[in-house]
């Protein structure tokens, strides 16, 4: 099953590609009737679709959401970005970061394009404050690292209220999180729209500093310079006391996944190697057959990567089903034949091993930051519950134990899509806490940076240079 945060550099450029194409990009506008019919379907299709819509908000307070929302939508007409903004407020009040409706790309890009700007700084949040990650300004005087307190004398604690009705997510680390991969110049503009002038106060190791920033260009001033928070790329390199291996995100050829993995494993094992590091951070994810794929060159005995894992059926994951999923598959045809909002727990078969002869039988480590989204983190906890490696870095924005096994919808007017956790899965150890994936050796990454404090630190305990 697919379980990924999608890097927000693909999205962008597929709606740049669809953007070029369509003609009624800039002027296209949904009625108030369009906009309020649709706003009905998207809060029954929640209570009748996602497994369990009560699970982080009560009956009550989600109708209460619901109806407050409405009342607000008194306009004529939307344009696309306003209808978006409403409607994914309401989806997040259910607090889970696998039920959403997309950052609103289009919109932005026709932003872009009509010359927007954007706030210049890039931040990151840690233990309850925001730091400056990079500075795309003008300004000099701005250090990285510095902390930012206010924007035009609003404190950012304020900000972040207004901003986070605008991501789905189950706690404010992992709302955070996603801030810090989609941006917060991105989400500055979804929130509070064109600002072209800004008064920053920061916070340095020289006091406290006012500084006046301009806004940039969304494209040039932006967009063609920042780089991806969610970067896993494949690499096999080898130090003196380890190998170090990242396979990328979970997603893409398979195949072309596979032999890397096949490639990699042989040459480790030909090195002979005591420590493997496996390296799941600024991962968003993706499908169990890469995950399990790999964690069969670690395991002893056939395995799987959760306890439990259940699903609900619905009329529309039905028609979703019966239009795109091959029903000779068991996994598909449960769906079909279970009656509309039943829920129901469907077994896999376990995964087997490969031979013992081609398994890694040393140390395994596995990295893991706030930014190890998904199948990324669900992994991690797989590794870490069957005892196959020792999880190094710090806990993981993402639940293992999730409702998640996203799938998607249209809505009828707008067309605007929704994305909702049809299941909820459990991990191997059978906890439901609501917590992410706790290291075993905590090191904090700071700034997301390439100054590597997690694989650095790790390596000099592996070379008895600090640590226990």
Same mark, same amino acid.
């Given at each position: 099953?697919?379980?990924?945060?999608?890097?927000?550099?693909?999205?962008?450029?597929?709606?740049?590609?669809?953007?070029?194409?369509?003609?009624?990009?800039?002027?296209?506008?949904?009625?108030?009737?369009?906009?309020?019919?649709?706003?009905?379907?998207?809060?029954?299709?929640?209570?009748?679709?996602?497994?369990?819509?009560?699970?982080?908000?009560?009956?009550?307070?989600?109708?209460?959401?619901?109806?407050?929302?409405?009342?607000?939508?008194?306009?004529q007409s939307y344009p696309p970005l306003a209808a978006i903004n409403v409607f994914q407020q309401l989806?997040?009040?259910?607090?889970?970061?696998?039920?959403?409706?997309?950052?609103?790309?289009?919109?932005?890009?026709?932003?872009?394009?009509?010359?927007?700007?954007?706030?210049?700084?890039?931040?990151?949040?840690?233990?309850?404050?925001?730091?400056?990650?990079?500075?795309?300004?003008?300004?000099?005087?701005?250090?990285?690292?510095?902390?930012?307190?206010?924007?035009?004398?609003?404190?950012?604690?304020?900000?972040?209220?207004?901003?986070?009705?605008?991501?789905?997510?189950?706690?404010?680390?992992?709302?955070?999180?996603?801030?810090?991969?989609?941006?917060?110049?991105?989400?500055?503009?979804?929130?509070?729209?064109?600002?072209?002038?800004? /008064?920053?106060?920061?916070?340095?190791?020289?006091?406290?500093?006012?500084?006046?920033?301009?806004?940039?260009?969304?494209?040039?001033?932006?967009?063609?310079?920042?780089?991806?928070?969610?970067?896993?790329?494949?690499?096999?390199?080898?130090?003196?006391?380890?190998?170090?291996?990242?396979?990328?995100?979970?997603?893409?050829?398979?195949?072309?996944?596979?032999?890397?993995?096949?490639?990699?494993?042989?040459?480790?094992?030909?090195?002979?190697?005591?420590?493997?590091?496996?390296?799941?951070?600024?991962?968003?994810?993706?499908?169990?057959?890469?995950?399990?794929?790999?964690?069969?060159?670690?395991?002893?005995?056939?395995?799987?990567?959760?306890?439990?894992?259940?699903?609900?059926?619905?009329?529309?994951?039905?028609?979703? /089903?019966?239009?795109?999923?091959?029903?000779?598959?068991?996994?598909?045809?449960?769906?079909?034949?279970?009656?509309?909002?039943?829920?129901?727990?469907?077994?896999?078969?376990?995964?087997?091993?490969?031979?013992?002869?081609?398994?890694?039988?040393?140390?395994?480590?596995?990295?893991?930051?706030?930014?190890?989204?998904?199948?990324?983190?669900?992994?991690?906890?797989?590794?870490?519950?069957?005892?196959?490696?020792?999880?190094?870095?710090?806990?993981?924005?993402?639940?293992?134990?999730?409702?998640?096994?996203?799938?998607?919808y249209p809505l009828p007017n707008t067309g605007i899509t929704v994305k909702i956790a049809k299941g909820?899965?459990?991990?191997?150890?059978?906890?439901?806490?609501?917590?992410?994936?706790?290291?075993?050796?905590?090191?904090?990454?700071?700034?997301?940076?390439?100054?590597?404090?997690?694989?650095?630190?790790?390596?000099?305990?592996?070379?008895?240079?600090?640590?226990?």
């Amino acid at each position: 099953m697919t379980f990924n945060l999608k890097p927000f550099g693909a999205l962008l450029c597929a709606t740049l590609l669809a953007v070029t194409c369509r003609a009624d990009a800039d002027d296209k506008t949904y009625t108030h009737k369009q906009v309020v019919d649709d706003f009905e379907v998207l809060y029954q299709s929640l209570i009748d679709t996602h497994y369990n819509p009560y699970a982080y908000i009560t009956e009550a307070a989600l109708k209460n959401k619901y109806l407050t929302l409405k009342q607000q939508l008194t306009a004529q007409s939307y344009p696309p970005l306003a209808a978006i903004n409403v409607f994914q407020q309401l989806v997040a009040s259910l607090n889970n970061g696998h039920t959403e409706i997309d950052f609103p790309a289009g919109p932005y890009v026709d932003y872009a394009e009509a010359g927007g700007t954007l706030f210049p700084l890039e931040l990151v949040f840690e233990k309850g404050a925001a730091y400056v990650r990079a500075d795309y300004s003008d300004n000099p005087k701005i250090a990285i690292g510095a902390e930012l307190i206010a924007i035009n004398g609003v404190p950012i604690a304020d900000i972040l209220q207004q901003i986070y009705p605008l991501i789905s997510a189950e706690r404010t680390y992992f709302k955070n999180a996603k801030l810090e991969v989609y941006t917060f110049p991105r989400y500055y503009w979804y929130a509070f729209g064109r600002q072209d002038n800004f /008064t920053v106060s920061v916070r340095t190791e020289n006091g406290l500093q006012s500084h006046q920033l301009t806004a940039i260009p969304v494209i040039d001033g932006f967009e063609a310079k920042k780089d991806e928070i969610l970067r896993a790329q494949q690499e096999l390199t080898f130090y003196p006391r380890a190998a170090y291996l990242n396979p990328g995100h979970f997603s893409g050829k398979l195949a072309q996944y596979q032999q890397f993995v096949d490639q990699a494993f042989q040459q480790i094992n030909a090195a002979q190697v005591d420590n493997l590091i496996i390296d799941l951070r600024n991962n968003s994810g993706g499908d169990d057959a890469f995950s399990d794929y790999l964690v069969a060159y670690l395991a002893d005995k056939p395995f799987k990567w959760h306890a439990e894992f259940h699903l609900r059926s619905s009329a529309l994951l039905k028609r979703d /089903t019966e239009q795109k999923r091959d029903l000779t598959n068991p996994y598909w045809r449960s769906i079909m034949t279970h009656e509309d909002g039943a829920r129901y727990a469907f077994e896999f078969e376990p995964y087997t091993p490969v031979p013992e002869q081609q398994r890694y039988t040393g140390n395994v480590y596995v990295l893991v930051n706030r930014q190890s989204h998904s199948q990324a983190s669900v992994t991690a906890a797989q590794i870490q519950d069957h005892g196959w490696g020792v999880v190094v870095g710090e806990e993981t924005g993402d639940y293992p134990t999730l409702y998640a096994s996203q799938f998607q919808y249209p809505l009828p007017n707008t067309g605007i899509t929704v994305k909702i956790a049809k299941g909820y899965i459990v991990r191997v150890s059978g906890s439901e806490q609501q917590q992410g994936v706790v290291p075993d050796i905590a090191i904090n990454d700071h700034l997301l940076d390439n100054e590597d404090e997690i694989l650095q630190g790790l390596l000099q305990r592996l070379n008895g240079e600090g640590g226990e």
